[in-house]
């Protein structure tokens, strides 16, 4: 019985029975590197219920940057480093080389934990720079 009141049995009926393995797999991984164990239905009243709330020291810890080609992203990434925030996402509408991406990428400063960019498929890019790029 999981903290949801649901046993392995339900939730793998839940998904119908496509990600047995998966789930599976997922639980013996918990169990193999003590971050999970199995119990009796009984001894999960002894639990506490844990409290899913956190604080951040920040203001802002998420920013959605929407770019176009006529977009001045130097204002807003400014104002964005000032505000320490954490996790970024870039999201382009237009063809954009690696090279001018990482231009901008570059104008973040290095207290930034995450850039996730969101572009347009482009048949230019290859796998090879694509790693190159993932290293700046």
């Not at 639980?27 to 639990?47: D, R």
């Not at 925030?85 to 990482?102: D, G, M, P, T, Y």
């Not at 400063?109 to 700046?136: A, H, M, Q, R």
Request: charged fraction near 25%.
């Amino acid at each position: 019985m999981s903290k949801s009141g649901k046993s392995i049995e339900e939730i793998m009926l839940i998904c119908k029975n496509k990600y047995d393995d998966v789930i599976e797999e997922y639980l013996n991984f918990l169990v193999e590197n003590e971050l999970g164990f199995f119990c009796m239905e009984e001894e999960l009243k002894m639990f506490p219920s844990v409290s899913l709330e956190w604080d951040s020291p920040y203001i802002f810890t998420n920013a959605i940057i929407d770019i176009n080609k006529d977009f001045d992203y130097s204002s807003i990434v400014t104002q964005i480093n000032e505000m320490s925030i954490k996790f970024i996402q870039v999201r382009c509408f237009h063809e954009w080389s690696l090279n001018e991406l990482a231009k901008i990428i570059s104008l973040f400063d290095n207290t930034i934990s995450s850039v996730e960019l969101l572009i347009p498929f482009n048949d230019g890019f290859t796998k090879g720079n694509i790693l190159e790029f993932e290293s700046i």
